[in-house]
């Protein structure tokens, strides 16, 4: 995965901005946009999600930790609270709903209806934000240690119930597999089927 491969909206370089003035720790929650972006390239399809939603899903990931900035505790919440505060030069209050929504969905409880503000959208935003809820949330497991480790995501089909996750790293990943294995399960009930993680080495050269 590579930066290059990041798609440089408005809106995403306009959380970047705010990322950079409020997030205690770039390093994690850039790793955790590559990693759902690539998410993004990899379920796109599978979830009907269209290349719109990637801004959003690429600026949430920028912002979801944010909150920390307030308190560990509840950082999610705060992280929401946050982006719907500052704002984003150049995002409609819609956009912005939904990045808040997304930012507060990726720990904890999955999306509902007493979340703010994602009870306040309509039916077809809040099927779009649980989608983009399940990529971010297993983006940020698959960095739970903060160190940047997973360089690589591909998934195959095991079979007709089961779908491998691949993960590509120098590095073990322990402490990732059990992020994946605590944040997984909305996506596995989005799509129906049993997700697994497999890691790869990854030698320096080959």
């Known amino acids: 995965m590579s930066e290059a491969n990041t798609h440089k ?15 205690p720790e770039p390093e994690h929650v850039l790793q955790v946009r590559k990693n759902a972006v690539r998410l ?5 399809n599978r979830l009907h999600l269209d290349g719109d939603s990637l801004p959003i899903l690429e600026a949430a990931a920028l912002l979801h930790d944010i909150g920390w900035s307030v308190s560990g505790k509840g950082h999610h919440k705060h992280s929401a609270k946050l982006i719907l505060s500052h704002g984003l030069p150049g995002s409609s209050e819609r956009e912005l709903k939904l ?12 999306p509902c209806a007493k979340h703010m503000p994602y009870g306040s959208l309509g039916g077809n935003d809040q099927d779009l934000i649980r989608k983009l809820a399940a990529l971010v949330r297993i983006a940020d497991g698959l960095d739970r240690s903060h160190c940047s480790r997973v360089q690589d995501i591909d998934i195959y089909d095991d079979n007709q119930h089961c779908l491998v996750l691949i993960v590509k790293s120098v590095w073990p990943l322990e402490v990732e597999k059990f992020g994946f294995a605590k944040k997984k399960g909305l996506l596995e009930e989005l799509l129906g ?5 497999e890691v790869h080495d990854v030698h320096e050269g080959d």
């Open 9 to 23: 909206a408005p809106l995403v370089i306009a959380a970047e901005k705010l990322m950079f003035q409020l997030e």
């Open 40 to 44: 993004f390239e990899l379920f796109a």
């Open 99 to 110: 990045i808040a929504s997304l930012a507060r969905a990726h720990r904890k409880s999955v």
């Open 193 to 197: 089927v049993e997700l697994r993680l």
